[in-house]
């Protein structure tokens, strides 16, 4: 077959620049093949070598005691006890979404999914954290439809439930939506696999579904910005199928019991070049493909497009060569394909043939380690102007507020979507979708998973360093909220375009804010994905709109016994109500600031770690000991929004004292400091709690009791909680119908 000649316009065709291109030509000495070029361009594209990212990434806090595996490796792993183990990771799929929504959200969650069941674990939750433009924007309805619509197909048909997540709007999104997927799964200790290859002439096994052209340079536009031509780069996205994948599922987790596995790595970004050299180079050993064994569903495939097809539902596998046999009855017999495909060398070389003819001869190790890695310049954000609540007047009186703010995109009720999500397929949801973390039990046992997605973007853009502490910190405050004891995270971070140095900052500061966080939570990180050119060029500009930097944080928490998780909803009338956590009344950045007094600005409010370690142990030992009946913390929207929430989902209102003196009323019900939680507690238990707590030098205070039909605060207009119920459930669903904005 003719190969197209290797042009300078070639080259910029697959992302790579003149100086990335002549490291290439100094790595192996001559002019790569069409097919080598792509194999380059696949392997060191930013989605896959994380040139821009990595050099900051080693200043994550990683280990802990509990921590089986860290990031490396296809998912990350912890143990919870019991030779028990949780693997989770989440991963975005921003730019496919954007283009077709549907199969673009559909195959994230299908690529999640294998990244858990790689290492050996069934999946038993998903998570996902959605970022659309403002609704006005004419594309963003149907996006969010086609978006929520992928991941109810995928998640419903494979037969895992979707239990929590995040949506949000936000003009800064229009043109470059964030899709990221989360996938958790339980595994025996013992039983846990990877993907480093191990001995020589091992047969590597191709699994799964077949090879077609869908998807090919997939990973190449996960690293580039958008510009008006994005629409035209619909066959980059790849196609999914759920049944496939629920037997994909099945037969792994057979051949890996049957003990034919060596090494197993998912077909994801870049496809059968990515696993095979993944597996290769992390097992420092070469590898030959022989692409003529390749099952494909298209005729006349080239070498170029089989290693770079992102086609779904595949596995790549070094296996056990007496096993062969049994390993192949066993994928026979769910209906899927099976075939050897290549060995392993001594030779560290990665080696391509088709039709006999040799494609691709490259050194392995540095097709991974030899990836640019680059120092980007970076600037610190500006520190913003701390915003003083008596400077901000108030348009409106405290219950209108309240009444606005409940029903705005931000705050209101995301039933619409999770919904559409089964979230209780399986039969182990304890706590659905739409409180401060679900809740999954862990089959056969007492134990429960608390898991939660966080992030706040408009804190991270305003002051990086903050934001990034405040994503891990909600993160955790979550998990504790229900009475998890959280372990461990796992991040996907969203930003724009790193050769920015304003850009390439954000990411800088937020990482930093996050590694803090995390190390004085003690909540490592041990999985991850980096997204950047989140960014949309409209014609005739130079520089494109990013995104908000984004960096959302899966927290995975544990509770020794499910049953006694707390929820948020107010349990009975006559209860006392305690604020917990110190309050200053903080507006910067604040949903009430900008949605109410149409000013989006000023600092974040600062994260007090060590408070928020000290407030979240002390929730966590009320909900355990029994003596929180409800527990909510405190985020967007403040102090009254997350009492109304916890109103209308016990259906009891709350009776409630007037702000303290030393606080302006607004500042006070809706500022968003940090560190804070809502507890109910029994009236006889109140003076003991609050003795307790001022023994403790824990900021406790006692706000109001509840009872009644309405958020009654003294001296302010009542607000039935009917009333708030039917405002923050109308939103979603009337936009959704084409009666919003």
């Known amino acids: 077959m003719n190969q197209p000649q290797i042009t300078p316009e070639l080259v910029a065709s697959h992302g790579l620049k003149p100086d990335e291109y002549e490291r290439i030509l100094k790595l192996i000495g001559r002019v790569p093949s069409f097919t080598e070029l792509g194999i380059f361009s696949a392997m060191w594209n930013e989605h896959c070598s994380y040139k821009s990212s990595r050099l900051h990434l080693r200043g994550l806090p990683t280990e802990a005691p509990w921590v089986i595996q860290g990031p490396g490796e296809n998912a990350g792993v912890i143990d919870i006890g019991d030779g028990q183990a949780v693997v989770f990771k989440m991963e975005s799929h921003n730019h496919p979404s954007y283009i077709e929504p549907y199969q673009g959200a559909a195959t994230g969650v299908g690529g999640i999914l294998r990244d858990v069941f790689t290492m050996g674990a069934r999946p038993i939750a998903c998570l996902n954290a959605l970022s659309f433009g403002a609704p006005e924007h004419p594309k963003t309805r149907h996006l969010v439809s086609g978006v929520v619509a992928g991941i109810g197909g995928y998640g419903n048909s494979f037969g895992v439930p979707t239990v929590g ?7 800064r999104y229009d043109g470059n939506i964030l899709v990221n997927a989360m996938a958790v799964g339980l595994a025996d200790t013992d039983k846990i696999f990877y993907a480093a290859a191990s001995g020589v002439n091992m047969p590597i096994v191709y699994l799964g579904s077949k090879t077609g052209r869908d998807g090919i340079h997939g990973a190449s536009m996960a690293s580039a910005e958008f510009d008006d031509d994005s629409a035209d780069r619909r066959p980059t996205v790849q196609v999914g199928d759920p049944f496939s994948e629920k037997l994909l599922l099945e037969a792994c987790l057979e051949i890996m019991a049957a003990d034919c596995v060596i090494a197993i790595q998912d077909m994801g970004a870049a496809g059968l070049t990515s696993s095979a050299v993944e597996m290769g180079a992390k097992g420092n050993l070469g590898i030959d493909l022989d692409l003529d064994a390749v099952p494909t569903r298209e005729t006349g495939m080239s070498a170029y497009e089989m290693m770079l097809s992102e086609s779904q539902e595949r596995m790549l596998m070094v296996l056990k060569p007496e096993k062969e046999e049994q390993a192949e009855a066993i994928f026979r017999k769910w209906g899927l394909d099976f075939a050897v495909v290549g060995h392993t060398t001594p030779s560290k070389r990665f080696v391509v043939k088709h039709d006999g003819d040799v494609m691709a001869d490259l050194p392995i190790k540095e097709l991974g380690d030899e990836a640019p890695l680059y120092d980007r310049p970076h600037v610190p954000s500006p520190p913003l102007p701390v915003i003083h609540a008596r400077d901000v007047t108030p348009p409106v009186d405290i219950a209108a507020a309240l009444e606005k703010l409940i029903a705005t995109p931000e705050l209101c009720s995301k039933r619409w979507v999770w919904e559409q999500y089964d979230h209780i397929i399986l039969g182990n949801t304890v706590q659905r979708p739409g409180g401060d973390a679900a809740v999954v039990r862990v089959q056969d046992g007492p134990k429960g998973l608390a898991l939660t997605v966080d992030v706040t973007p408009r804190y991270c853009e305003a002051d990086p360093f903050e934001g990034g502490k405040q994503a891990v910190a909600e993160a955790w405050r979550n998990i504790t909220a229900v009475g998890g004891r959280p372990l461990a995270i796992t991040d996907n971070l969203n930003f724009g375009n790193p050769e920015r140095p304003e850009i390439m900052g954000q990411f800088v500061g937020c990482l930093k804010g996050i590694a803090e966080a995390c190390r004085a939570l003690d909540f490592p990180v041990v999985s991850g994905n980096v997204s950047l050119y989140n960014e949309t060029r409209s014609p005739g500009e130079e520089l494109g ?53 149409g000013r989006e600005e000023g600092a974040p409010p600062p994260v007090d770690l060590g408070a928020e370690k000290r407030n979240g142990d002390v929730v966590r030992g009320m909900i355990h000991a029994g003596t929180a009946t409800a527990a909510h913390d405190l985020s967007d929207g403040g102090l009254l929004i997350a009492l109304a929430e916890m109103a209308i989902a016990g259906g009891i209102g709350a009776q409630l004292l007037a702000a303290p003196a030393a606080i302006v009323p607004h500042a006070w019900w809706f500022g968003e400091d940090q560190a804070r939680y809502i507890v109910t507690v029994p009236e006889a238990q109140a003076g003991l709690v609050l003795a307790k707590m001022r023994g403790a030098d824990i900021p406790c205070a006692r706000i109001g009791s509840t009872g009644g039909g309405a958020i009654a605060i003294a001296g302010e207009v009542p607000v039935p909680v009917k009333a708030l119920d039917t405002a923050f459930e109308s939103w979603l669903p009337a936009y959704m119908n084409g009666r919003g904005s």
């Open 545 to 597: 709109r990013g995104i908000l930097p984004t960096p959302s944080i899966g927290g995975v928490g544990l509770l020794d016994d499910f049953t006694k998780s707390a929820t948020l909803a107010f349990k009975a009338k006559g209860e006392a109500i305690l604020l917990i956590g110190e309050t200053h009344g903080w507006l910067g950045q604040s949903v009430y600031l900008r949605d109410v007094c």
């Open 165 to 171: 997540g995040q949506v949000r709007f936000h003009t």
